[in-house]
Nanobody
Framework: QVQLVESGGDLAQPGGSLRLSCEAS????????VGWYRQAPGKQRELVAR???????IYADSVKGRFTISRGNAKNTMYLQMNSLKPEDTAVYYC????????WGQGTLVTVSS
């Protein structure tokens, strides 16, 4: 059973930065397509960024140029570097892995407010 654990969510000021981390159990994570999704209050969950096993990346238009997804040196880790944060980035951020089906973490809350 795959387990995904996110960390790094916090309160940040507009224009600030945060780095989210995702740590996974098992060995599939390093070759699977993995990514970050977010869900704001009253809204549907949406893709933020995704990285394939061959390190191809895709970003939501709303975060391009501000967020960077990457894999860690440890094969079972993934990060989301978030810069130039905006209030509209406020959401619960979820780590996701797709390997035949979707696997989800429990989420970490990011709040952007002055």
């Amino acid at each position: 059973q795959v387990q995904l654990v996110e960390s790094g969510g916090d309160l940040a000021q507009p224009g600030g930065s945060l780095r989210l981390s995702c740590e996974a159990s098992g060995t599939i994570f390093s070759i699977a397509t993995v990514g970050w999704y977010r869900q704001a209050p009253g809204k549907q969950r949406e893709l933020v960024a995704r990285i394939t096993g061959s390190s191809s990346t895709i970003y939501a238009d709303s975060v391009k140029g501000r967020f960077t997804i990457s894999r860690g040196n440890a094969k079972n880790t993934m990060y989301l570097q978030m810069n130039s944060l905006k209030p509209e980035d406020t959401a619960v951020y979820y780590c996701n892995m797709f390997w035949g089906k979707d696997y989800w973490g429990q989420g970490t809350l990011v709040t952007v407010s002055s």
